[in-house]
T-cell receptor
Framework: NAGVMQNPRHLVRRRGQEARLRCSPM?????VYWYRQLPEEGLKFMVY????????ESGMPKERFSAEFPKEGPSILRIQQVVRGDSAAYFC????????????FGPGTRLTVT | KNQVEQSPQSLIILEGKNCTLQ??????????LRWYKQDTGRGPVSLTIMTFSENTKSNGRYTATLDADTKQSSLHITASQLSDSASYIC??????????????FGRGTQLTVWP
């Protein structure tokens, strides 16, 4: 039973490029969450999605960031025109039911903007 | 403001010793409190989940306590092992309205176990 998968594990982008981070939830899970962890900081909630729907995006910057969880395929976190401040570890988690239930985390994608 | 504060920031102990990590939170209303272990370069792994009505929960050598009145929790690790070296994160779930279940994370306590 595979856990939450994220790819790539490491991503390097130059300023102004686009970053696409992928998350495949655990089998049977239809709820996905994205978190960002800046160096020396705790994880911060970004967005909560259910299949084809954004449930809560109150933690996501309004510009340059978007997320989707299509009916088929992984969830995608997209960052346009990346800046150095976007350098962080981005974690995806999934749960079988709503977010008040157990969330299982992926290994993270470490984004470095040069 | 909903916050989670952890102490100490870092801790070094010798293998076989016990230790206790602290968590204070201001998240209100509160739904549940979780402790996670995060190894370097990996995602957090759940250790315990407690609702406001639970005072203590154990998972092997890990025992979490909760005092919902004072908004404090602790994680006690007994007979530490080298593999316990990791960051331990206290996470509180918010319990209201459209953001029901939103998680608030502490910065973690970095535990190092020396042989």
């Amino acid at each position: 039973n595979a856990g939450v998968m994220q790819n790539p594990r490491h991503l390097v982008r130059r300023r102004g490029q686009e970053a696409r981070l992928r998350c495949s939830p655990m089998k049977g899970h239809s709820h996905v969450y994205w978190y960002r962890q800046l160096p020396e900081e705790g994880l911060k909630f970004m967005v909560y999605l259910q299949k084809e729907n954004i449930i809560d995006e109150s933690g996501m910057p309004k510009e340059r960031f978007s997320a989707e969880f299509p009916k088929e395929g992984p969830s995608i976190l997209r960052i346009q025109q990346v800046v150095r401040g976007d350098s962080a570890a981005y974690f995806c988690a999934s749960s079988a039911s709503g977010r008040n239930y157990e969330q299982y985390f992926g290994p993270g994608t470490r984004l470095t903007v040069t | 403001k909903n916050q989670v504060e952890q102490s100490p920031q870092s801790l070094i102990i010798l293998e076989g010793k016990n230790c206790t990590l602290q968590c204070n939170y201001t998240v209100s209303p509160f739904s549940n409190l979780r402790w996670y272990k995060q190894d370097t370069g990996r995602g957090p792994v759940s250790l315990t989940i407690m609702t406001f009505s639970e005072n203590t929960k154990s998972n092997g050598r890990y025992t979490a306590t909760l005092d919902a009145d004072t908004k404090q929790s602790s994680l006690h690790i007994t007979a530490s092992q080298l593999s316990d070296s990791a960051s331990y994160i206290c996470v509180v779930s918010f319990d209201r309205g459209s953001t029901l279940g939103r998680l608030y994370f502490g910065r973690g306590t970095q535990l190092t176990v020396w042989p």
